[in-house]
T-cell receptor, first 112, second 116 residues
Framework: AQSVTQPDIHITVSEGASLELRCNYSYGATPYLFWYVQSPGQGLQLLLKYFSGDTLVQGIKGFEAEFKRSQSSFNLRKPSVHWSDAAEYFCAVAFNNNDMRFGAGTRLTVKP | GAVVSQHPSWVICKSGTSVKIECRSLDFQATTMFWYRQFPKQSLMLMATSNEGSKATYEQGVEKDKFLINHASLTLSTLTVTSAHPEDSSFYIC????????????FGPGTRLTVL
């Protein structure tokens, strides 16, 4: 079955530390891959996406993600976290235009 | 990306009443829009796909007679929760599909519905 998994429900990092949020998908082919961020009570903002080509994708707010086909993963990274990065992060995969599946989300807490 | 608005941002209503939520694509003509609901501390669940000028496609388990969707123009889709009950209280989020090769959904800010 098609699915997307975010293994970490909650992650806490210190401000200035590096961050990696994990995302794995299960599908027979490579889907379109996305990372979104959601602040409390808000909609989702697109951070970055991967369709094809260079497997290291740069996004907004200093985030990047790397697609690894062999691991069916699309992990999100940021070298230095800011307090304003505290939010809920969702990995999403789209197998066609009308079928986007979201992971359960990872809540990021940033310690001062 | 596309700019999407939702109105209202929050609404409180009595049980048994109907509530309409609007989703507007402000800078993009959206043939396809999506409606999601999100319970506290949970992920988004797709409710239905809204196509301009045609009937919406509902996900399994979503009552089409309860959640009426109208996509009458390329910039507006509406979700009407009919005869709302407390269990319908949720965060409703719409998105627009940016096609033309972009294959990306852009989301509205969401509508918080509380049914008393």
């Amino acid at each position: 079955a098609q699915s997307v998994t975010q293994p970490d429900i909650h992650i806490t990092v210190s401000e200035g530390a590096s961050l990696e949020l994990r995302c794995n998908y299960s599908y027979g082919a490579t889907p379109y891959l996305f990372w979104y961020v959601q602040s409390p009570g808000q909609g989702l903002q697109l951070l970055l996406k991967y369709f094809s080509g260079d497997t290291l994708v740069q996004g907004i707010k200093g985030f990047e993600a790397e697609f690894k086909r062999s691991q069916s993963s699309f992990n999100l990274r940021k070298p230095s976290v800011h307090w304003s990065d505290a939010a809920e992060y969702f990995c999403a995969v789209a197998f066609n235009n009308n079928d986007m599946r979201f992971g359960a989300g990872t809540r990021l807490t940033v310690k001062p | 990306g596309a700019v999407v608005s939702q109105h209202p941002s929050w609404v409180i209503c009595k049980s048994g009443t109907s509530v309409k939520i609007e989703c507007r694509s402000l800078d993009f003509q959206a043939t396809t829009m999506f409606w999601y609901r999100q319970f506290p501390k949970q992920s988004l669940m797709l409710m239905a796909t809204s196509n301009e000028g045609s009937k919406a496609t509902y996900e399994q388990g979503v009552e089409k007679d309860k959640f009426l969707i109208n996509h009458a123009s390329l910039t507006l889709s509406t979700l009407t929760v009919t005869s709302a009950h407390p269990e319908d209280s949720s965060f409703y989020i719409c998105s627009v599909l940016a096609g033309g090769g972009r294959n990306t959904q852009y989301f509205g800010p969401g509508t918080r519905l509380t049914v008393l």
